[in-house]
C-alpha cells in the first residue's frame, strides 16, 4: 500500500493492503444480498449514503433496549444514561475531527448544519452587539465556488434574498480547480464557504489558501466536510476554519444525525435558528434568554439512538484508522481511474490523477446518457449515482446535463472496480456505441453539448 | 438479463432515429419541461389545426428513454384529435406508472407499448413521461391562447376556469 497520492503510477494494484477488506465486508450485512435477479452487490454509491456495518446497528440497538429517554430533562435514571450516552457521543465524534465538544453542534445533517449559519446570520440583526460580528445586510457579499452540492450553494442564494446581499463565487477550471484569481475578497466579504472535497470532482480545495485569504479581509469560512471526514484523517482546529459541517450517513453511521461544528467563541456570540425547548437559559412571558452553546443551536428533544449510532461509527472508522481508509480509497480511486480511462468515449470530470483528489469519479460516456450507462451497471449488480449529483451549476460549466459517478468506502474491493469497468464497455456495447457496428448515434443533441454551455 | 425488458428493440430504434426531433415552425405553443433530478430536459413545441394535432417538434436533451418516448409521442399524436391524443396520454400515463400491473393496449398505444418495461423501474417513469407531460402543457397553452382570442372575439360568457383540463378546453 502506498501513502503517496502523487500520480497514477504509483497506484498499487495487489500490494501489501492497509485495509483487511475482507474482515470489513463481513461486518456490513447488506454487502452480501443480491440484487436484480440474484447478482451480487455491488455498491459504488457511497457519496451519496454510506452502509452501516453491525457495531452502529447494534450501539442503536442497545442504546433503545437499555438507556432510551429524553436527553437534557429529567432526573431518572434512565434521562442520566441517555444524556451521558449523547455527551459521550459528542465527544467521541468531536475528538475525531479535532474540535472540543462544546464546539459540536447535533443537526439533522449538513444541510441543516449551513442553514443553521445562514438564518443565525440573517437573525444577527436586533441580536444584541456581540451578534453583529454575523450581521449581513446590502452592499455585504457571500463567496461560495462553482462546484459546491446545492445544499453549500442554496441557503446562501436564500440568504443573499432575505438580506439584499450579494452572492459571489470562484469558478472551476477545465481540469476540475478553484480558480483563485478569477475573483478578489473585499472588505465587504462576510462569509466564504467551500467544499473540502467536490462530491462530483473529487478535488480537494486549497483549505489553507482559502482560509488565509478570508481571513485577510475579516470574512468568515465555512467548510462543507461532507465528502472529507467520512473518507480522510480531517482535524478541524487545524485547518482553521470557522465552521464546518458534515453528515453521519456517509461516514457508516446513522441517517437523522449530521454535525456543524463552530470556533467556540464564534457560537458564543451567534444567535439561534430554530428556537424552543431545551435551548433556553430562563424563559418569561415576555421573553426568553438562551442557554450556552452547543444546547443554543440544539432546540427541541434532539435525536439521540442516531447520535450514539455515529459515535459507533467514528469509533468503527479509528479502529481501522483514517490514514487506512484514505489510502485504501486511494488505491481504489488510481483502479477507477486507470480503468476508465482505457474504455473509450469515456470522459472523466475532474482531475485525472490521485494529486489533491479524492474518491468520488464522475464521467460521462460519450453517445449514451449517464441514466443509461446506470440502468446496464444497475442490471449486473453494479449500483452507481446517476444525474447532476445536486451540484447542476457544476454540470452545465462542463457543458454536460448528467454525468455517471462512482465513488467508494472503506468496504469496496478492486474487483468491484473491474466491475464497474466491464459494466461501462458493457453500456457502449449495448447502445451500439464504438462497436463498428452500424447503429448511429442519436440525431437528438448531444447530451455533452448543453446548449446553456 | 433484464435489461431487454426495459431497453425494448422499438426504443433503441427510436432513440437511434427519433420522430419530432428539431425544433420547428410554425407552431402554436411551446412547452419547456425538465426533470429535476437528473436535469434532463425538453423543449416541445405543438401546431393544432383546428382540433387537429398538425405537428409536434422537439429538442430532447436526455437519456435514451425519453428520447425514444418523445420520439413515440410524435408518431402517436400527430393527426389525431386533440381529445384522441389526451386517450393516448393517460394510456400511456397508466401504463408507466402501473409498476407493471398494467396490462397495455396495442390498439391505443402503438408502439408505446415498447415502454411497459418501463414501468418495472419507477426512477425511470419520469423520463419516459418528460416529452408527454410536455405536449399536455403546450396543448394546454394552444388551448388557452385560443380561448383567450375567442374571449377576445366575441366576449360572451365569464372566464374559463377549465383551461387546465386540455380536452375540455377544445370541444
Redesign the interface.
Known sequence: MTTTTEGLDVAPRGVVAAVDVAAVRADFPILSRTV??GRPLVYLDSGATSQRPRQVLDAERSFLEQHNAAVHRGAHQLAEEATDAYESARARIAAFVGADPGEVVFVKNATEGINLVAYAMSNADGAGEEAQRFAIGPGDEIVVTELEHHANLVPWQELCRRTGATLRWYPVTDDGRLDLDSIVLSGRTRLVAFAHQSNVLGTIAPVAELVARAREVGALTLLDACQSVPHMPVHLTDLDVDFAVFSGHKMLGPSGVGVLYGRSELLAAMPPFLTGGSMIEMVRMEGATYAPPPQRFEAGVPMTSQAVGLAAAVDYLSEIGMDAVHDHEAMLTAAALEGLAGVPGVRILGPTTLDRRGGAVAFVVDGV????VG??LD?RGVAIR???HCA?PL?RRFGV??SARASFHVYNTVEEIDALVEGVRAARS???VGTGSS???????D?AT??EG | MQLEQMYHEIILDHYRSPHGSGLREPFDAESFQVNPTCGDEITLRVRLDGDTVADVSHETLGCSISQASASVLTELVVGRSVADSMRVLSAFQAMTQGRGQVEPDEEVLGDGVAFAGVARYPARVKCALLGWMAFKDAVVRTAQIETALVRTAQSRGGPRTDAVDPTEATT
Open positions: 436484480r435477479g446518457h449517464a441514466h443509461d440502468q446496464v442490471d446517476v444525474g447532476h447542476w454540470h446535463a448528467a449495448f447502445f451500439g447503429a448511429p448515434a442519436p440525431s437528438a443533441p447530451p448543453n446548449r
